[in-house]
């Protein structure tokens, strides 16, 4: 994400962040001097699209926003049909200069039938659209350091050049591992996300079963967003509290938007009865320090 967003904006540049969003975008923009323009998605509120705002993000490219970073890596909401072509026909083409990452590190583990909708098979300049993908998070390789961008041979040019100033490629037994990457054994990758599926579902029937705490079934990753009800403890403290008596740690809500500070995220790419030990272990202490 970093090449990405230091090869498409420069000083004083707008750039539209979805907010709850990787907290590590925001600092990017920051870091880089642009200016970042929250646009709400009210993903527990809504079950039927990704609860994206779109007139905030109408507002955002005709104040000037030249950058907008898909929210979709960290919540894995998967944009429906109705989302995608309500940005492209309505917002996209009015503004001028636009430029949308996209990160898919989880397209491919889709449940229950779920259907991602691409948004460049939509009514958008493909020149404007990177995509970024990689084996880390589907395939759990995420100590190989592999990345795949798929954009503009302009914007893919910049980046190499920016990478081979500031780091260096991943090395030589790293790469080879892209070789199997989408050549899987037959039924591997369908396998896979039965797995996580099965973990879903027993986090989910849990979260929901636990008095005042709203969790939205995940759509794909491996990743769970839930609100916890009134706390007699600041949230903060709550986390901590988490990590020393309920040996859990877990992801503050404000990581990713000042309003969600009343929520927590959770990997449950582990073993099975280890994620749901750990999350009856966190529904136990939301029931102590419930206000």
Do not use: C
């Not at 691409?118 to 589907?138: A, E, F, Q, Y």
């Not at 008596?245 to 309003?259: D, H, K, L, S």
């Amino acid at each position: 994400m970093f090449l990405a967003l230091a090869s498409t904006i420069s000083a004083g540049d707008k750039v539209a962040i979805v907010q709850p969003d990787y907290f590590a975008n925001r600092k990017l923009v920051q870091f880089l001097d642009g200016e970042v323009m929250p646009v709400s998605m009210d993903y527990l509120g809504t079950e039927n699209s990704a609860g994206l705002d779109i007139s905030e993000l109408e507002n955002a490219f005709r104040a000037g926003a030249k950058v907008l970073s898909s929210p979709t890596r960290t919540i894995r909401p998967v944009p429906s049909t109705r989302d995608r072509r309500s940005k492209p026909s309505r917002v996209l083409p009015a503004a001028t200069g636009f430029f949308v990452i996209v990160d898919q590190l989880y397209a491919r583990l889709l449940y229950g039938g779920a259907v991602y909708t691409h948004l460049r098979s939509m009514d958008v300049d493909p020149n404007h659209v990177m995509t970024i993908m990689g084996p880390s998070k589907t395939e759990s390789l995420s100590g190989y350091r592999l990345g795949v961008a798929f954009g503009s041979p302009a914007i893919v040019a910049r980046m190499e050049k920016l990478q081979a100033i500031v780091s260096l490629r991943a090395a030589g037994y790293s790469q080879s591992a892209l070789k199997t990457w989408f050549a899987e054994p037959e039924g591997w990758l369908a396998e896979r996300v039965r797995l996580h599926q099965l973990i879903r579902d027993d986090l989910h029937s849990r979260f929901v079963a636990a008095k005042g705490v709203v969790a939205r079934v995940p759509q794909a990753g491996k990743l769970f967003v839930s609100s916890s009800p009134k706390l007699s403890v600041p949230h903060r403290e709550f986390v901590h509290i988490l990590r020393h008596q309920a040996e859990v740690i877990v992801t503050p809500g404000t990581e990713f938007g000042p309003q969600s500070g009343d929520s927590i995220r959770l990997n449950f790419s582990q073993p099975h009865q280890a994620a749901v030990a750990a999350l009856d272990r966190i529904v136990e202490l939301l029931g102590q320090y419930r206000a």
